[in-house]
């Protein structure tokens, strides 16, 4: 794809910018087809709404040059600072406030960080967006607690940014990550943005796990929840819920849902987004999903649906032994990862389920990322 970005060859981030997208969906649907497709039918991809600025989350690292600060990206692999004044997948929000940001470092003398000497304070900056409600956050991430003239950078930056709704600063002293620290103070609004999605509200705080393609998700929601044909009557697990977007959009149409996720500072944003809904027949649980999973087949305990969306490196085969032993009627299993959801949907075919459809859905245009969608039946004897 001709002129998509200038800084493509450069920054490599988006693998398959010089593909047409009809060549890139091409690309993707093939990639499931030979994993995936092996054990099940595969639908059609079906594309992202937006092609361009779809990044609801944005990562910008900065460097000095010369008399000023530049905005950019590491380069693959790599901790040099690759100079773009802009991203071709972010949005142009999040853009023009990295570039105000730059200015204001500079005038206030807010030197950038060196992985490779340990010197400088400003370690990046994360732009997040909730599309539904049109909220912004700029999480300011450095090396330290000393961040000289806090108070007064923050009012400079309200009066550059009128976009921004809040802006919260966090410290990062592990001299190998960049990005957001566990310590942080809000400089101004209340520290988080909230969403809507598929009709729900989802409060996000600086660290939590949230889909990047506000509108793609929707699609890819809606279609779980088509496949998990629930009519109200159903107990559902969700399993690695992050913070609780599938449980609570699921909760709305099922009898109650176990939802369960290591991370405990996503439970308690999970907590918060239920109460936000008025949702009650919702469970959070902050445990490994293999340890619960096994301890309600050890109390006898029966579910009839699980929805299952882990990490690229897809489920342990322990987690998948227990989620066979609660025999759940239907398991709808989404995946950024073909290769790894293939894999665990075999395991699964050894403990009594079937693959019936996958759906894959373009996540994350100009990159080589697909997101699947896999209903898995449980076999008859």
């Not at 087809?33 to 079906?46: A, K, M």
């Not at 308690?268 to 490994?288: P, T």
């Not at 959801?341 to 075999?346: E, N």
């Given at each position: 794809?001709?002129?998509?970005?200038?800084?493509?060859?450069?920054?490599?981030?988006?693998?398959?910018?010089?593909?047409?997208?009809?060549?890139?969906?091409?690309?993707?649907?093939?990639?499931?087809?030979?994993?995936?497709?092996?054990?099940?039918?595969?639908?059609?991809?079906?594309?992202?709404?937006?092609?361009?600025?779809?990044?609801?989350?944005?990562?910008?690292?900065?460097?000095?040059?010369?008399?000023r600060i530049?905005?950019?990206?590491?380069?693959?692999?790599?901790?040099?600072?690759?100079?773009?004044?802009?991203?071709?997948?972010?949005?142009?929000?999040?853009?023009?406030?990295?570039?105000?940001?730059?200015?204001?470092?500079?005038?206030?003398?807010?030197?950038?960080?060196?992985?490779?000497?340990?010197?400088?304070?400003?370690?990046?900056?994360?732009?997040?967006?909730?599309?539904?409600?049109?909220?912004?956050?700029?999480?300011?991430?450095?090396?330290?607690?000393?961040?000289?003239?806090?108070?007064?950078?923050?009012?400079?930056?309200?009066?550059?940014?009128?976009?921004?709704?809040?802006?919260?600063?966090?410290?990062?002293?592990?001299?190998?990550?960049?990005?957001?620290?566990?310590?942080?103070?809000v400089l101004?609004?209340?520290?988080?943005?909230?969403?809507?999605?598929?009709?729900?509200?989802?409060?996000?705080?600086?660290?939590?796990?949230?889909?990047?393609?506000?509108?793609?998700?929707?699609?890819?929601?809606?279609?779980?929840?088509?496949?998990?044909?629930?009519?109200?009557?159903?107990?559902?697990?969700?399993?690695?819920?992050?913070?609780?977007?599938?449980?609570?959009?699921?909760?709305?149409?099922?009898?109650?849902?176990?939802?369960?996720?290591?991370?405990?500072?996503?439970?308690?944003?999970?907590?918060?987004?239920?109460?936000?809904?008025?949702?009650?027949?919702?469970?959070?649980?902050?445990?490994?999903?293999?340890?619960?999973?096994?301890?309600?087949?050890?109390?006898?305990?029966?579910?009839?649906?699980?929805?299952?969306?882990?990490?690229?490196?897809?489920?342990?085969?322990?987690?998948?032994?227990?989620?066979?032993?609660?025999?759940?009627?239907?398991?709808?299993?989404?995946?950024?990862?073909?290769?790894?959801?293939?894999?665990?949907?075999?395991?699964?075919?050894?403990?009594?389920?079937?693959?019936?459809?996958?759906?894959?859905?373009?996540?994350?245009?100009h990159t080589?990322?697909?997101?699947?969608?896999?209903?898995?039946?449980?076999?008859?004897?």
């Amino acid at each position: 794809m001709k002129d998509f970005c200038i800084y493509s060859k450069k920054c490599s981030s988006c693998h398959l910018c010089n593909l047409s997208m009809a060549e890139q969906l091409r690309y993707k649907e093939n990639i499931c087809r030979r994993t995936v497709g092996r054990l099940c039918r595969v639908e059609p991809i079906t594309p992202s709404p937006k092609t361009e600025g779809y990044r609801n989350k944005a990562q910008f690292v900065f460097k000095r040059e010369g008399k000023r600060i530049v905005s950019g990206l590491y380069k693959s692999s790599t901790h040099s600072v690759m100079v773009a004044q802009s991203c071709t997948v972010c949005s142009d929000t999040a853009n023009e406030i990295v570039r105000s940001l730059c200015k204001l470092f500079f005038s206030f003398k807010v030197m950038p960080y060196d992985p490779y000497t340990g010197r400088g304070w400003l370690k990046s900056v994360v732009i997040r967006e909730a599309v539904g409600t049109g909220e912004v956050m700029a999480v300011i991430n450095g090396a330290d607690a000393v961040f000289p003239a806090k108070r007064t950078f923050a009012t400079a930056l309200q009066k550059a940014c009128p976009a921004l709704t809040t802006a919260v600063c966090t410290v990062n002293r592990d001299q190998k990550k960049l990005f957001t620290g566990k310590q942080s103070e809000v400089l101004f609004g209340k520290g988080s943005i909230t969403d809507i999605l598929c009709g729900e509200k989802f409060i996000i705080s600086p660290s939590s796990f949230y889909q990047i393609n506000h509108d793609q998700t929707e699609q890819l929601y809606q279609k779980a929840i088509e496949l998990a044909q629930l009519s109200g009557r159903e107990c559902v697990l969700d399993a690695y819920c992050g913070v609780g977007t599938i449980g609570i959009v699921a909760a709305r149409h099922a009898k109650a849902v176990h939802a369960v996720e290591l991370n405990p500072a996503a439970i308690a944003d999970a907590k918060r987004n239920a109460k936000l809904n008025g949702i009650e027949n919702i469970r959070f649980i902050s445990a490994d999903s293999k340890d619960y999973a096994k301890a309600l087949a050890e109390d006898g305990e029966h579910i009839d649906v699980a929805f299952i969306d882990p990490p690229r490196a897809g489920c342990s085969a322990s987690f998948l032994k227990s989620l066979a032993r609660l025999s759940p009627d239907r398991i709808v299993y989404i995946s950024c990862n073909p290769e790894t959801q293939a894999r665990d949907i075999k395991v699964l075919g050894r403990l009594g389920y079937k693959a019936q459809v996958c759906y894959p859905y373009d996540m994350f245009p100009h990159t080589n990322h697909t997101e699947c969608a896999v209903l898995l039946n449980k076999s008859t004897p």
